[in-house]
């Protein structure tokens, strides 16, 4: 099917980046714009903020209570952002909606971000958080079963990670991976993969600004070439927990997250994926208002369920 309408539609008004290098502190003070106030946000039981004690020292946290339950499964969000935007305001209503939908207990994890963090910070943050949830379990009212990690765009990539460290390092809680049109390989070939030629212009991310738009990252010394960077490079995929793999028909990244997700079934892991129709990269953050793509939460609790399986 074509790109959804509305969104051709917000894409063609929206305006042409500024010329020359990207700057960070501006970008980001763009995105905080966009943040809606606390009254007009998804309202919950609970939502509050603290830091997480971890290996890597002190994440800040926001966690998302979604009614009055004493116990609850745990979900560990990483935000995208190509590893130097997004924060836990511009994602706020993603984690929201999560916890509204799969009725988990959601942690969302505000990493250190390149350039100012160096690789591999923002990755250590994440992983530890999740260490951290487990070692805290009494206190977040964890109730001992699910343990899932989602995350979007750079988000997907860190959650791919952190499985493939928390298996090598012998720690099998994580239950559940959700990666919402995931980044698992930071080689920018446009040749490498046809959706980085179909998609290369026109649907918002552009294949040609996925290696200035990740450079912050890839020059704070996170080699494409490290499974902990491209996750997709890692060799042995068995052992990993059931996983999600989300992607969009218009993103220039769909096609390494669909061959993602046979990897893992071809290693053994259970792997639900599912490919948006009209939708591009992006969708969980900027089109999740759209009846379509609403259903994105939804599909994730059932797949938290054990409702869904392909």
């Known amino acids: 099917m074509p790109l959804h309408p509305r969104i051709a539609e917000i894409l063609a008004d929206l305006p042409a980046p500024p010329p020359g290098p990207l700057d960070p502190a501006a970008m980001r003070a763009g995105e905080e714009t966009q943040v809606p106030p606390l009254d007009q946000r998804?309202?919950?039981?609970?939502?509050?903020?603290?830091?997480?004690?971890?290996?890597?020292?002190?994440?800040?946290?926001?966690?998302?209570?979604?009614?009055?339950?004493?116990?609850?499964?745990?979900?560990?969000?990483?935000?995208?952002?190509?590893?130097?935007?997004?924060?836990?305001?511009?994602?706020?209503?993603?984690?929201?909606?999560?916890?509204?939908?799969?009725?988990?207990?959601?942690?969302?994890?505000?990493?250190?971000?390149?350039?100012?963090?160096?690789?591999?910070?923002?990755?250590?943050?994440?992983?530890?958080?999740?260490?951290?949830a487990t070692d805290h379990g009494d206190e977040l009212g964890w109730d001992g079963t699910t343990l899932a990690i989602a995350g979007d765009s750079s988000g997907g990539t860190f959650v791919a990670a952190v499985t493939g460290l928390a298996h090598d390092d012998g720690f099998d809680r994580i239950t559940h991976q959700v990666l919402y049109y995931p980044s698992l390989d930071l080689d920018f070939d446009a040749d490498r993969y046809p959706s980085m030629r179909e998609n290369a212009v026109g649907y918002g991310l552009e294949t040609a600004g996925l290696a200035p738009f990740n450079a912050f990252y890839l020059d704070s010394g996170a080699d494409p070439a490290d499974p902990r960077v491209s996750p997709i490079k890692r060799e042995d995929l068995t052992g990993l927990p059931a996983a999600l793999v989300v992607t969009a028909e218009f993103d220039p990244l769909r096609d390494e997250g669909e061959l993602y997700a046979r990897r893992l079934e071809e290693a053994g892991v259970p792997v639900t994926?599912?490919?948006?129709?009209?939708?591009?990269?992006?969708?969980?953050?900027?089109?999740?208002?759209?009846?379509?793509?609403?259903?994105?939460?939804?599909?994730?609790?059932?797949?938290?369920?054990?409702d869904t399986h392909e």
């Open 42 to 132: 998804l309202p919950l039981h609970d939502v509050r903020d603290t830091i997480a004690d971890t290996a890597a020292g002190p994440v800040p946290v926001r966690i998302y209570t979604p009614t009055d339950a004493e116990r609850f499964g745990l979900l560990i969000y990483f935000h995208g952002g190509a590893f130097f935007l997004g924060s836990l305001d511009t994602h706020d209503h993603v984690a929201r909606h999560l916890a509204q939908a799969t009725g988990c207990r959601v942690v969302s994890v505000g990493y250190r971000r390149a350039p100012e963090a160096a690789f591999p910070a923002g990755l250590d943050d994440c992983y530890g958080t999740v260490r951290w």
């Open 273 to 306: 994926a599912r490919r948006y129709a009209g939708a591009n990269h992006g969708f969980v953050q900027n089109f999740s208002w759209i009846p379509d793509y609403a259903q994105v939460f939804e599909e994730t609790a059932a797949f938290l369920r054990g």
